[in-house]
């Protein structure tokens, strides 16, 4: 019996981490959900500003701070993991990955036993630009801490986001390849602005990759962007014309959305009849 009660007891607090980091109504999930926003933003942010020129105080206060977060993102992790009805699905979910890799540079660097060992998988930090990522978990459906929006909104968040991001994870990656071989690339927002100049094809040539794996970085970036951007953004003009339409089947060849007043099929001509209000 009392292992049981044990059991059921585990089950009932393995469904409550699971609504609590689900949910976007208690106050409990909203501020779970506020939390971990703006430790995300502050998380992006160390990593901006490290390559500024800060004291070594101020540095190793980011160090700190960067380890205290990730610890927080750990225990997210480990929680997300613990309450998931499938625990393999979870563990392969998109998210639950990106969520593991932006923190996983700083696990390792946070338990070298030396400090060589350190210096010499510090590259390892670059992969901190895929944090960024996180903010996509956000956007996984209509149900934010705020309340809850529409699809076409959610859309154009998500085409903004891709946006950022691509621009974002571009600069951090063209900073890390840059930064030591051309002197342009000073800091972040130096290799932000030639990741704008360069994805927006304008091209002033004030900037210009110094190294090899700087090109890539750049065609790749490139490359990313017309095809996310215009993806996205497909995809709200797909749902804004097809939310003027109504789902009537043409009776001959099966074609589901047609216009709101539409009489006849588009598709093969067809007789629909398809009612609709003239006043409208």
């Given at each position: ?8 007891d585990d089950r009932g607090f393995r469904e409550s981490v699971r609504f609590y980091l689900l949910d976007h109504e208690t106050e409990l999930g909203k501020t779970i ?25 101020t540095r190793s206060l980011l160090w700190q701070t960067e380890i205290a977060i990730t610890g927080v993102f750990l225990v997210e992790y480990v929680l997300r993991l ?57 956007t996984k459906d209509e149900e934010f801490f705020f309340g809850t929006i529409e699809v076409g909104t959610l859309r154009a968040v998500k085409l903004l986001l891709t ?118």
């Open positions: 019996m009392a292992g049981r009660a044990t059991s059921t959900d506020i939390s971990l926003l703006v430790l995300n933003l502050a998380f992006v942010g160390i990593f901006v500003a490290e390559t500024y020129p800060i004291s070594q105080r613990y309450g998931a009805q499938d625990r393999t699905d979870e563990a392969l979910d998109p998210y639950t990955i990106v969520d593991l890799l932006s923190i996983l540079p700083t696990l390792v660097l946070l338990v070298s036993p030396v400090p060589a060992l350190a210096a010499n998988i510090g590259f390892l930090r670059v992969v901190r630009v895929v944090r960024v990522l996180r903010f996509y978990r956000f946006v950022l991001v691509v621009l974002f994870t571009a600069a951090g990656l063209f900073y890390t390849a840059e930064h030591r071989a051309n002197p342009a690339i000073e800091t972040f927002g130096d290799s932000f602005y030639y990741t704008v100049v360069a994805l927006s094809t304008v091209g002033f040539g004030d900037i210009v990759p110094a190294t090899r794996l700087g090109r890539w970085v750049t065609v790749a970036a490139i490359l990313a962007g017309i095809i996310l951007i215009p993806w996205q953004a497909s995809r709200i003009v797909k749902a804004w014309s097809s939310g003027e339409k109504v789902d009537v089947t043409c009776p001959n060849c099966g074609l589901s959305k047609h216009d709101a007043d539409a009489s006849h099929c588009k598709a093969c001509g067809h007789v629909i009849y398809q009612e609709y209000d003239e006043e409208s």
